[in-house]
C-alpha cells in the first residue's frame, strides 16, 4: 500500500432502488485504481414507467469506458436482480466471471442464450479458496437467502477487509444449505485487522421482528395441504429451491402426487440436482401425468408468485393449461409475498380463481411465507458480530439506506449513505464521497439496448396517456397544397362532442388553414408542420378534450 | 303486491370490484318494474388497463334504456365511488336525487360542475323521514365510515324491507356524526316483518380483528405530532373530515399554527360546516401565513394520501409548493392505507421525502390509521342484530363477495353471489338470478365518454408496449408509386441491430418491395397497406426485436 493508493466503493446499481444490484470496489492511484465487479443484474419493467421494455439494467457505461481497469466480476448469487445483466454486459467488458458452482450453472446457461463464452464463468468453492483478482482477494461465505449458495464476498484489500453480504438472512435451519454459522463469522471478524467496512442488504431494515427460518414453515404447510379436499396449487419463485422441497414434501406426506408447472420450476430444480445443492426432492410427475391422478390426490407447484400474465397461474386462472385445469374445491396457495407493485396482476389472479369456485390462501399471517432477507434485528445481529469501522447500506430504496445508515451511527459505526454514482473513499477511518460517476439506467427493448433518457419511451408514456394523430399532407411543384390534408387517428375516440367524425373535424380546419396560408409558411416545414400541429391539438382539445401527439409528413412533389 | 309483482335487485358497479358503485332495486310485475338506482360513482384509471383515460363508470347503458321506469337516485354517502359519477350520467336520466345534508351539497357543486341543475338533489333528513318513490319507500339511516353522514338505506317494498349498508363501521365514537346505535338498528330488525334482504358492504370481510374507532387514534396522534422537532406534515384523505380533525386538534394541541394544503381539504371542510356537520375545527391559516411560521411550531394536512402525481403530498416531495418546503428533520405522516395498486406512487413520495431528510412513518402499526369499513367481526355482528332472510353481498371484488357469502351461509342465510349485470329476484324467501344484464364500464376521456371494449384504449396500450410507425406512400394517375414510401417511427430506437437508421432500413426494404408490385397490389388500398405493413413489421422485428404498431397512409393523386 503506497501512500497514494486508496480503496473505493461505487454502486451503480441497487443503492436506491430493490433490484439491478452492481458494485464496483476498485483498489490502486486515484483514478488508475484496478476494479472487481460485485453482481450484474436487472429490475423490471412496468407499464406506468417503462412500457413495452423488456429489461431494465444499470447503465454500465463506466464499467465499459473503464474495462482496462477491469480484473474480475464475482456473481453472489443466481437472482435476476443479481446474475440477470451479465450475459447482456459482457460483451463491454469480457472479464473473468467467479461465482459458486450453482450460481456458476445458471450464469453459464445465460451466457449461452446470449451466444456468450461459457468458459468465462469460473467455479469457485465456499472459504477458504481465495480468488486473486489484482490488489483483491474474494472469498465466498455461504449465506441462507431464498435460492441456493448465496454468498457473501470477503474482499481482502491492502487498505483492509470489505464483508459484502450479498442478499441474505440469518437461518440457522435453512432446508437446503448451510446453516448460519456464527463461529465462522467470529472468526471473519477477528482475523487479522478485523472488518474495516461492512456492505450489507438493507431490504428488510423496516421489519422489526426478528427473520424467521424457512423450517418453521414445514408444519403449517403440512397441516395446510393436508386439509385440503380438492386439487392444492401452490406458488412461489422457482428459484426458492428449499420452498419448493418443502412444499412437495408437504404434498407427498398428504399422499399427494407432484407435480411442477412452469418452465422456470423445472430449470432451478434441475440445476440444483445436477450441482449437488438439492437432494432427496421428492418425485415428481410431468403435467400429462398428473392429469389423469384424481385432483384430491394432486399437487401442482406453479411458477408466477407475482401475478406474471404468462406464467403458470395466471394460465391457470385462465382456463385449461397443459391439459390441467382448477376446479370448484380446489386451493391455491401464495407460499409467496407480492412485492409492491405486483398487487394489481396478484389480485387478478385472486378473483378468477374465486369465479371459478377456488380458495386462494395467501400469507397474510406469515404461517406460509418468511422472507430470504434480514430483517431489523439481524441487521443489528450482524452490526455486532462483525463490529465494522464503515458501515455502507446497500440493495435497498433511499428510505431503507437512510435507515440502515442511522442504524449504524446509533451503533458508533461511521456510516455513509452512497446511492448509484456516488463514489465513496474507504481508505481512512471514514467513508469519504469523493466523486459523481453518471448513473442510470439502460433498458433491453427488444433486442435492443437503448438508455432510459433517450426520449423513446417517453414517446410511448405519451401515445398512451394521449393518443397519436397523424396527419399527411402534398405540395405540388410550386409548394401549394395538392389535395387536402389527411388525417388518421390511433388511440382516440371516433366521433366528439359535434356529433360529427372527429378526423373529418380536424380535415375541415386543416383544410381552411392551408386554403389562406401564404407561400413563406406553405415553403417552410416547420413553419408548416407547427401549423397542421397546432390546428389538430385544437380541434380534438375542443371535440375530445384531449390534447393528441400528432406526427406530421409533408410529402413534396418535386419537378422532375 | 299481486300475485305477479316481483322485488328485484341489479348491481350495475361495485359488485364484483372496490369502487364505481351502482346498484339498482326494482319493483313491479317483470320488465316493468319501477326502478331506484342506489349510488352513481366512479372508479380510477390506471397505465395498466386504461391509460390516457380520466374516470371509469359502470355502463349505465341499461338505465338509459330504461329511465322511463326509474323513481329516482339515492346516494349514500359523499365518496367519489359512490357519487363520481352523478353529474355525469344525469343527463341521460333526469331524475330527483336524494342524499343528506353533506352529501347533497356535494352532488350539487358536482352537478353545477358539469352544467346540470343543482335541483334536481334533494336534501333528505335521516331516518324516520321518509321518501317515497313509487313501490319504494326509503329512510336514511345514519352509519359511521370515513366521511360525513354516511348512511344506509332502508327500503321499504311490498315485498319486504331491505337494507342497503351503503359503506360503514360499527364505530362507538366516531369523532365527526353519529356513534353506531344498536338500539336504533334493533328497531330497524324488528318493525314489521323484519329485514327480508341485507345488501351489505364486503370490502374488509378479510380482515379478521374487529374494527376499531376514529377516537383510538387521538393519543397516538398527539403523542406522535408532539414528539416531532420539525415540521409535520400529515396526509389522509380530505373526505375524511374527522381525521383532518383529530390531526388539527393534535396539531394544536402540541403548540402548532395548522395549514390546509390541498385544493379538496378546504373544500371538504368547508362543505362539512356549512352544512353543519363539523364543527369546532381548530383554526387554521393559509399557506401564504404558514410559510411565516417558524417549522417546528407547524403542521401542514395535505392532499396526496395515495401518491397522485398533482396533489400536495407529491408537490411537495418535489420541492417548494405554494412558498412551502419539507427539510432535514421534519416529518411526514400518512394517516392513511395505500389502496392497492398505489404502492408505486406512495413509495416514490417516500423516497423522495428520504432524500430530503424527511422522516416518513407510515401506518404499519395501525397506531395512525383506522378503516372505515366494517371488518369480518363486524360483519358477524351486523348479520345476527339484522337477521335478515336474504344476505346479497356487494361492494367487493369477487373473493370479497364470494368470502361473505361462505360467511352468511355459514350463519344459515339465504346469501348469493350477484356480481354486476345479474337480475335477482328477492321475491321469494330464497334470491334467484333470474336474468344478465349488459354490464361493463364506461371511460370518461378527456370530455367523451367511450366505451371500454370501443377499442380506443387497447390501441393506446398496444402503442406503448410496441410504439408506432406511419408509413405514407403516393402513387399517381396510373397507381404507380410516386417516389419512395416515408416512413416516421414513435416511442421506437432510431437505430437497430445493423446500426443503421431503422427507418432508413424500412424504406429501402419498402422500395424495394414496391419496386416489385404488379399492378393488381398497387391498385389494391387494403393489400398494398397489408404489404406495407407486413415489411414494416418484418425488419423492425430483424433490427429491433419488436413488432410495432403500423398506420400505413397511401395518397392517390388523381387526374384533375
Request: charged share 25%.
Amino acid at each position: 500500500m503506497t501512500k497514494k493508493d486508496r480503496l473505493i466503493y461505487l454502486p451503480l446499481g441497487g443503492a436506491g432502488e430493490i433490484g439491478m444490484n452492481c458494485y464496483v470496489y476498485g483498489y490502486g492511484p486515484a483514478g488508475k485504481e484496478r476494479l472487481i465487479i460485485v453482481d450484474l443484474g436487472v429490475t423490471f419493467p412496468d407499464m406506468d414507467s417503462s412500457p413495452g421494455v423488456d429489461l431494465i439494467l444499470a447503465d454500465t457505461g463506466w464499467l465499459a469506458d473503464n474495462a482496462d481497469r477491469i480484473e474480475a466480476i464475482f456473481i453472489t448469487h443466481a437472482h435476476e436482480d443479481h446474475v440477470g445483466a451479465l450475459a447482456l454486459v459482457w460483451p463491454d467488458l469480457k472479464k473473468p466471471v467467479y461465482a459458486r458452482k450453482f450460481t456458476a450453472a445458471i450464469a453459464m446457461m445465460k451466457m449461452e442464450e446470449q451466444g456468450q463464452p461459457r468458459d468465462a464463468v469460473h467455479i469457485v468453492q465456499a472459504r477458504p479458496e481465495r480468488v486473486e483478482a489484482g490488489p483483491f482477494e474474494v472469498q465466498f461465505v455461504p449465506v441462507s437467502h431464498s435460492i441456493p449458495e448465496s454468498s457473501a464476498l470477503i474482499i481482502d484489500t491492502p487498505a483492509g477487509r470489505i464483508v459484502h453480504t450479498g442478499d441474505f438472512k440469518l437461518d440457522g435451519s435453512p432446508v437446503v444449505g448451510e446453516p448460519f454459522d456464527p463461529e465462522q463469522w467470529h472468526g471473519i471478524a477477528h482475523e487479522g485487522d478485523g472488518v474495516k467496512v461492512l456492505v450489507c442488504d438493507s431490504t428488510n431494515v423496516f421489519v422489526e421482528h426478528p427473520g424467521r427460518s424457512e423450517a418453521t414453515l414445514a408444519g403449517p404447510l403440512s397441516e395446510l395441504i393436508a386439509a385440503q379436499e380438492g386439487m392444492v396449487v401452490a406458488t412461489t419463485f422457482a428459484s426458492n429451491v428449499a420452498r419448493l422441497k418443502t412444499l412437495a414434501e408437504a404434498g407427498r406426506s398428504a399422499g399427494r402426487t407432484v407435480c411442477l408447472l412452469g418452465r422456470a420450476m423445472k430449470r432451478m430444480t434441475s440445476v440444483a440436482e445436477e450441482t449437488g445443492v438439492l437432494s432427496g426432492f421428492p418425485g415428481t410427475v410431468p403435467p400429462e401425468e398428473a392429469a389423469e391422478v384424481s385432483r384430491h390426490k394432486l399437487m401442482l407447484i406453479v411458477t408466477g408468485s407475482q401475478g406474471e400474465r404468462r406464467a403458470a397461474s395466471a394460465q391457470l386462472s385462465r382456463g385449461r393449461y397443459l391439459g390441467l385445469e382448477m376446479k370448484e374445491g380446489d386451493s391455491f396457495l401464495f407460499s409467496s409475498k407480492t412485492i409492491p407493485g405486483n398487487e394489481r396482476g396478484v389480485i387478478r389472479i385472486m378473483n378468477a380463481y374465486s369465479e371459478m369456485g377456488v380458495d386462494v390462501i395467501d400469507d397474510h399471517d406469515g404461517l406460509y411465507h418468511v422472507s430470504g432477507h434480514a430483517n431489523r434485528p439481524d441487521l443489528e445481529a450482524v452490526h455486532d458480530l462483525l463490529r465494522p469501522k464503515i458501515l455502507l447500506p446497500m440493495h435497498g430504496e433511499h428510505r431503507h439506506l437512510r435507515e440502515h445508515v442511522k442504524l449504524g451511527i446509533g451503533k458508533g459505526i461511521a456510516a455513509e449513505l452512497a446511492v448509484n454514482g456516488m463514489m465513496v473513499d474507504l481508505t481512512g477511518n471514514e467513508p469519504d464521497v469523493v466523486e459523481y460517476v453518471d448513473s442510470g439506467r439502460t433498458y433491453l427493448d427488444g433486442s435492443v439496448m437503448i438508455g432510459a433518457m433517450d426520449g423513446v419511451v417517453r414517446d410511448r408514456i405519451r401515445m398512451a396517456l394521449n393518443g397519436h394523430v397523424l396527419a399527411t399532407m402534398i405540395t405540388d411543384e410550386d409548394d401549394q397544397p395538392l389535395g387536402d390534408a389527411w388525417v388518421e387517428l390511433m388511440g382516440l375516440p371516433e366521433t366528439g362532442r359535434s356529433g360529427t367524425k372527429l378526423s373529418d373535424g380536424i380535415e375541415a380546419e386543416l383544410a381552411e388553414m392551408l386554403s389562406d396560408a401564404d407561400d413563406r409558411l406553405l415553403r417552410d416545414d416547420k413553419k408548416l408542420e407547427d401549423a397542421v400541429r397546432k390546428i389538430v391539438r385544437q380541434v380534438a382539445m375542443e371535440e375530445i378534450g384531449k390534447k393528441p401527439e400528432v406526427t406530421v409528413v409533408i410529402s413534396r412533389l418535386l419537378v422532375e
